[in-house]
């Protein structure tokens, strides 16, 4: 993908979508026949992630997503197909499915389901995202001072069933998913500081506290604060604002920029960029804090989180605390979103800029295409550098890569612009434009 500024906007955006068809082409090597998709299609490949047959991080919920987003961007009617096929499989498998969680389990299959559902149209997808989500709020649980399933109020846990119970809940219109959100947020909400556990993330010593996004502080605000946006209570604000009070106070300011600690107090040095555990994701939570409440310190701060990026020398530079990386979880990706969203919600054009070099980066990465399509391999885990792989899910593969390229492609278009699927633990703009940009 060219940089050239010579070329216009629209000439960007298509090289940007001639790769996410790249992605989809590769993907589709994957396909097991049934609506499956397999993690690693390469011979004798391993996925990154341990069997994952149906999740956002490995399997048919995500590659349906980007399926359907792709079927937008390009009006080609076989990815749809693609995707009808995945939800079909979705349909009947989430039986099978226990775990209940939203990244790894059932809530994210339902959030999957209903979005194919609105898209497609045939009532499959919106039926079966009841009927998975009907189960998970059975199988709650009286725990102390509300609702929950293990009593983890972090995002891969209790707050992002939580966070999937809300957006079903707006999508199917089913007040009762709603009401046992608000329950199951209330036990984070009674926390002095919400998301502050030690010792609870595999690899780390037994007195780490985590202040990051999917397992740490800043996740759990950030779902405190989406509640606080549905219901207007003040508590989950008041709480909100504790979780964010302690990021603040740990992290590291120099100048107009802040990193964050992946884990304190062994970890102070070690800053994480990407969605997981580091600055992309605990911009998230200070920008939903500015959605929600209107506070411009918020958004002060997110922004901070954006200029630590900037300054990192990333993506030309690599860092500790994004090495060897494509995905959306820890990667390339996860940062495209960021800088795509921040443009999107206060029209700085720097971080279009920004998200464009990302993208330029992203796009170069990819290996192939011999005609068997474009795939990134990486090292999903810093501390294993060794085990490079290439897989074709959403938070962890190819799919979440080319979901991110479509959303800076889709931010190119200008007056063009369309409306983007985005996750509920995103707080940005669905359609990535300016407001006063885009069509009406």
Do not use: K
């Not at 349906?64 to 080609?76: P, R």
């Not at 994004?322 to 990667?331: F, H, I, V």
């Not at 409306?419 to 009406?440: C, Q």
């Amino acid at each position: 993908m060219s940089l050239d500024p010579a070329r216009s906007a629209g000439e960007r955006a298509d090289s940007l979508l001639r790769v996410a068809v790249g992605a989809a082409r590769w993907i589709r090597t994957a396909a097991a026949g049934d609506g499956r998709w397999l993690a690693n299609p390469d011979a004798s490949g391993r996925s990154a992630l341990a069997p994952e047959p149906a999740s956002l991080y490995a399997g048919a919920p995500g590659i349906v997503l980007f399926f359907l987003e792709l079927a937008a961007a390009t009006g080609e009617e076989e990815y749809l197909r693609d995707a009808r096929a995945g939800c079909r499989y979705l349909a009947s498998a989430w039986r099978a499915v226990a775990d209940v969680t939203y990244h790894h389990g059932l809530s994210g299959i339902a959030v999957a389901l209903c979005q194919a559902g609105w898209v497609l149209g045939d009532g499959v997808g919106e039926e079966a995202a009841a009927a998975a989500m009907d189960r998970v709020a059975r199988s709650a649980r009286r725990l102390d001072g509300g609702a929950g399933w293990s009593g983890d109020p972090e995002l891969r846990g209790d707050g992002g069933v939580a966070l999937a119970l809300l957006r079903v809940a707006a999508m199917l219109g089913v007040s009762g998913y709603e009401e046992l959100a608000a329950e199951a947020g209330s036990r984070a909400a009674r926390l002095a500081v919400p998301g502050h556990r030690f010792g609870d993330c595999p690899g780390l010593p037994p007195d780490a506290v985590t202040p990051g996004f999917l397992a740490g502080t800043a996740g759990t605000a950030y779902l405190l604060a989406r509640l606080y946006g549905v219901t207007r209570e003040e508590r989950f604000l008041a709480a909100a604002r504790r979780g964010a009070g302690f990021v603040r106070a740990v992290s590291v300011v120099n100048g107009g920029s802040a990193l964050v600690p992946h884990h304190l107090p062994q970890g102070r040095g070690l800053h994480y960029l990407g969605f997981c555990s580091g600055s992309a994701g605990v911009a998230r939570m200070f920008f939903e804090l500015y959605r929600v409440a209107g506070d411009p310190g918020d958004l002060d701060w997110a922004e901070l989180l954006a200029a630590g990026v900037m300054a990192s020398g990333v993506p030309r530079r690599r860092v500790a605390g994004l090495w060897d990386t494509a995905c959306q979880c820890c990667g390339l990706a996860g940062l495209v979103e960021l800088f795509v969203g921040l443009w999107a919600g206060t029209g700085r054009r720097a971080y279009l800029d920004f998200a464009e070099l990302l993208g330029a980066d992203l796009a170069g990465r990819a290996g192939g295409d011999g005609g068997g399509g474009l795939r990134w391999y990486q090292a999903y885990r810093r501390l294993r550098p060794g085990e490079v792989s290439a897989d074709t899910g959403y938070m962890a593969g190819a799919a979440g890569i080319g979901a991110a390229l479509l959303h800076l492609e889709a931010a190119l278009r200008g007056g063009r612009a369309r409306r983007v699927v985005l996750l509920p633990d995103n707080p940005f703009p669905e359609i990535p434009a300016p407001a006063g940009t885009a069509d009406a």
